[in-house]
């Protein structure tokens, strides 16, 4: 049985928004409203007060999924909420020929069939349309890159200002070191007149090689200062959570080491197969897809020592810490360390589905893995002895991201039928939030004991969390490079991940070429291997 106690009750419930339109996000509230209005006291406190500089956004691939889903709708929300200011531009930069007049039509259209745009006041649209412009050509010449220099020129005169700009790189990765050479032809990237910065979408490379030969060609244009290599995992509230919970809260510090802690579980779970993207992910897989990036992001923000300051500098220091402090692991220990998986058929949500090698356009015989488990261990001194697991994969059973610290058992079992392990469980997806399980005596005449489970969700605050884009764009927007992965954060992940990929990238007639995929039923947690890896006497949290 399992009891649960909700933390962060409120007397007054959430409005209704209007049954034909989605809820408003809430942000401006000065600490003297504070329960002011009878409304949901842990609303105060909750204004936006940055504001950027006048400035231009320019988004590269614009006409793709990622501008259309995510990026256009998360700036439209900053937009809407009074974030961005008047002096506010977006240039459009495609491959598609293309008017001005089609591309606002465009980003209209994504604007209001997005699922990521907040509600719509009356008359923004119209508003925003006019802050749009477009600018086509081939990304290789000099030509695209002139007319977005004459884009800046023009946002200057509208702005009267300087010619700060933004640019978003929101294509394939085979086209970063283009696009960063073309805006460095033609000056693009000085800051004479202006401040510069450029965003680069993962895969920030495709190995340790190339990832190191994409930083240098990157720095023969821009300043690390000047680049910012997003990963959206990291503009998530609870990511962000995780360093208030542990570092401003004196009950937690203490005791999040070696002594206390046994194991720490950090999962990332995918319900959907391949979704029609055979053409990236055979080449990807899940390691670069996603253990090289987001969980490894979500490894160093759980074991970093605490930074001595809320900076940028000081908190990508402590995470490239820990990055150098993990084991290394060699292809000759990635047996012991590693499981890989493929999913075959089976069954998702009482409908049946295809196995990964019967996909559209995956190889026939396909050794690309959709599911990884990793075991890494921290060669410091808070966290010797303590394994960090790490496992994602598609296809199975739900959609969940958590980092779950698993704590040791007392060291004196004084009741009967034993007890289970505290575990403090940071859920990053869905239903984002903080749970703490521990054990309570059960009513009765009898001491028996029963786990619990205190559970905080954000919606306790009565505001719809915002898209983790808007964070970040807001904050390379600001020079707030603190939620971006640095030049040696990058490097340092690919050094964990390689011995694992020249293990499993073998060709065929190489040793360990064919694993016997498919080795996990689409619908269940995994393959078999994974509940070995993770020990006799620890299992995986059902989730």
Do not use: C
Request: aromatic residues 10%.
């Amino acid at each position: 049985m399992k009891a649960t106690a909700t933390a962060a009750k409120t007397s007054t419930a959430k409005k209704s928004a209007p049954a034909d339109k989605k809820p408003r996000k809430t942000r401006a509230r000065t600490p003297s409203d504070a329960g002011a209005d009878g409304q949901n006291p842990f609303r105060a406190l909750m204004r936006r007060s940055r504001a950027p500089e006048p400035a231009t956004l320019v988004i590269f691939g614009v006409t793709g999924d990622l501008a259309k889903r995510k990026l256009l709708p998360a700036v439209f929300g900053l937009w809407q909420d009074g974030l961005l200011g008047s002096a506010f531009n977006i240039v459009g930069v495609g491959r598609q020929d293309m008017t001005d007049e089609a591309f606002k039509d465009f980003a209209i259209e994504a604007l209001k069939s997005s699922k990521e745009t907040d509600a719509i006041q009356p008359g923004n649209l119209e508003k925003f349309r006019e802050l749009l412009y477009y600018e086509f050509g081939d990304f290789a010449g000099d030509d695209v890159y002139d007319l977005v220099g004459k884009e800046l020129d023009r946002a200057e005169e509208a702005h009267g200002g300087r010619k700060n700009a933004l640019f978003y790189l929101s294509t394939p990765p085979s086209l970063f070191e283009p696009i960063s050479n073309g805006l460095g032809r033609l000056g693009l990237a000085d800051e004479s007149e202006g401040w510069r910065r450029i965003v680069i979408e993962k895969p920030f490379g495709h190995d340790l090689g190339s990832a190191r030969a994409l930083n240098d060609a990157i720095h023969k244009v821009w300043d690390e200062s000047q680049v910012y290599r997003i990963d959206h995992y990291l503009g998530k509230e609870t990511v962000q959570n995780l360093m208030a919970i542990r570092f401003g809260n004196a009950i937690f510090e203490p005791i999040w080491n070696r002594g206390y802690v046994d194991h720490v579980q950090i999962t990332a779970s995918e319900d959907l197969g391949l979704e029609g993207r055979a053409g990236y992910y055979e080449e990807a897989g899940v390691v670069r897809d996603m253990l090289q990036n987001h969980l490894m992001q979500l490894f160093a923000l759980t074991a970093m020592e605490a930074p001595a300051a809320f900076d940028a500098d000081a908190i990508r220091d402590e995470k490239t810490k820990v990055l150098r402090a993990v084991k290394p692991i060699p292809k000759s220990r990635v047996k012991e360390v590693a499981v890989r998986g493929q999913y075959g058929p089976g069954t998702m949500y009482g409908d049946k589905v295809t196995g990964y090698r019967e996909e559209p356009n995956v190889r026939v015989g396909s050794a690309t893995p959709t599911y990884v488990a990793v075991k890494l261990e921290v060669d410091n001194w808070r966290w010797q002895g303590v394994p960090f697991f790490l496992r994602t994969g598609k296809r199975l059973p739900k959609k969940v991201t958590e980092i779950a610290v698993v704590f040791k058992r007392p060291p004196l079992g004084i009741f009967p039928g034993g007890l289970e392990r505290n575990v403090l469980a940071f859920r990053i997806q869905p239903d984002e939030g903080v749970s703490l399980k521990f054990s309570s005596k059960m009513p009765g005449q009898e001491m028996v004991l029963r786990e619990v489970v205190m559970d905080f969700r954000y919606d306790a605050f009565g505001a719809q969390l915002e898209s983790p884009y808007s964070r970040l764009i807001l904050d390379a927007l600001l020079g707030d490079a603190t939620l971006f992965p640095r030049e040696d954060e990058v490097d340092h992940a690919w050094q964990i991940v390689s011995g694992i990929l020249e293990m499993w990238d073998t060709k065929p007639g190489q040793a360990d070429h064919a694993p016997e995929f498919p080795n996990y039923t689409s619908g269940t947690w995994g393959p078999e291997a994974a509940d070995q890896l993770i020990g006799p006497d620890r299992r995986w949290r059902r989730l």
